[in-house]
């Protein structure tokens, strides 16, 4: 079972508001990667991180999200001012190289946004 | 762009029946695809059933293969006999070996499996 721990589980906030998710990946593992799975059961690509450093992002969150992944802390993904159309699961994984492609997921968040 | 298409769900089948989800990609900007079947069981977070690197070659796990056809672009997802335990949501997707930036996974919508005991 994976050992990648997200919380909250669950996270009900306003339009406007902000919405912060964390992330510990799997111990060992410099790589961690955000993906959104709306509705519809379709999996967005949001961020990836090796380390502290972005390897890649989406336009959107460039915008309006923001992620880190300091050291000796948890990774997070902040949505600064929540739209309806963010509700969504958001979903960590982590790697164990970049170019390693077994990601190995958390449970993940699941964002409403009212 | 690259793409995943997958059986649409829900499957319904019969304990000790057989199972095939069917699963066809487009890798049109991907150097090296490589093919995975991820599963998530009810309550459960998202965790690998199998992965196939090499075109050509088969991937087993849990009772579950699936072969990597280049030629038709497909992995099809198969279990010769499946258990009540086996009902989950089943999600094919592709990757990029050569991405040095980090692979961002590429997934299909899913299917959905019910077992009926």
């Known amino acids: 079972n994976s050992k990648v721990i997200q919380t909250p589980r669950y996270l009900v906030k306003g339009q406007g508001q902000k919405a912060k998710m964390r992330c510990i990946p799997e111990k060992g593992h410099p790589v961690v990667f955000w993906y959104q799975q709306n509705k519809n059961n379709e999996f967005k690509f949001l961020i990836n991180?090796?380390?502290?450093?972005?390897?890649?992002q989406i336009d959107m969150t460039e915008k309006r999200f923001s992620a880190e992944c300091p050291s000796n802390s948890p990774c997070s993904l902040e949505i600064q001012s929540s739209e309806a159309g963010d509700s969504a699961l958001y979903l960590c994984a982590s790697s164990l190289t970049s170019s390693q492609n077994t990601l190995y997921f958390g449970a993940g968040t699941r964002l409403s946004v009212l | 762009g690259d793409s995943v298409t997958q059986t649409e769900g829900p499957v319904t089948v019969s304990e000790s029946e057989s199972l095939i989800i069917n699963c066809t990609y487009s890798?049109?900007?991907?150097?090296?695809?490589?093919l995975f079947w991820y599963v998530r069981y009810p309550g459960e977070g998202l965790q690998l059933l199998l992965k196939?690197?090499?075109?050509?070659q088969k991937g087993s796990s849990r009772g579950f293969e699936a072969t990597y056809n280049k030629e038709t672009t497909s992995f099809h997802l198969q279990k010769a006999s499946v258990q009540e335990s086996d009902s989950a949501v089943y999600y094919c997707?592709?990757?990029?070996?050569?991405?040095?930036?980090?692979?961002?996974?590429?997934f299909g919508i899913g299917t959905r499996v019910l077992v009926r005991p």
């Open positions: 890798a049109t900007s991907i150097a090296y695809p490589n």
């Open positions: 196939v690197i090499t075109a050509g």
């Open positions: 997707a592709l990757g990029d070996l050569a991405n040095s930036a980090g692979n961002k996974l590429t």
């Open positions: 991180f090796q380390n502290q450093e972005v390897l890649q």
